[in-house]
């Protein structure tokens, strides 16, 4: 049997996936990263992106997350998003009404705190567009 490593991808409204991988790929702050079985113990934050899980048959499955943290083991990963959705539950309208919005807020910005709040918006909105996109080339 190949090695495998289980992967739990979790947020604040429940367990989203749970199961095992042969490879995961991860929007890090500093980059994307591929976690294989056996992987160094790593602690770090996530941005806004898409989780790519490999699996032992060789499908593929994808899912966005809106920031959070990440939790490696040699023989688990564990996803803890802010945010968290399957593929093809992403909602293009949506997403670009959020991108709508965030850029509104920075043109008319009025704090740091605001001015902030929308970039994050805005980046959360764009990785969701992006990841849409992606999709709809069929490289999924």
Excluded at 41 to 54: D, F, H, M, S
Excluded at 64 to 88: C, F, K, M
């Amino acid at each position: 049997m190949a090695a495998t490593i289980n992967l739990d991808i979790v947020s604040a409204e429940g367990e989203i996936f749970s199961g095992v991988a042969a490879m995961v790929f991860v929007p890090a702050a500093q980059g994307e990263i591929g976690i294989a079985p056996r992987h160094a113990p790593l602690l770090t934050l996530l941005k806004a992106g898409e989780v790519r899980v490999q699996l032992p048959s060789g499908e593929e499955q994808a899912f966005y997350v809106g920031g959070g943290a990440l939790e490696i083991q040699p023989q688990r990963v564990t996803v803890l998003a802010d945010t968290a959705l399957r593929a093809h539950d992403l909602d293009e309208s949506t997403a670009l009404a959020a991108k709508q919005r965030a850029e509104e807020l920075i043109r008319d910005q009025t704090d740091a705190l605001t001015l902030a709040e929308a970039q994050a918006e805005l980046l959360r909105a764009l990785a969701q567009i992006k990841m849409l996109e992606r999709l709809r080339k069929g490289r999924a």
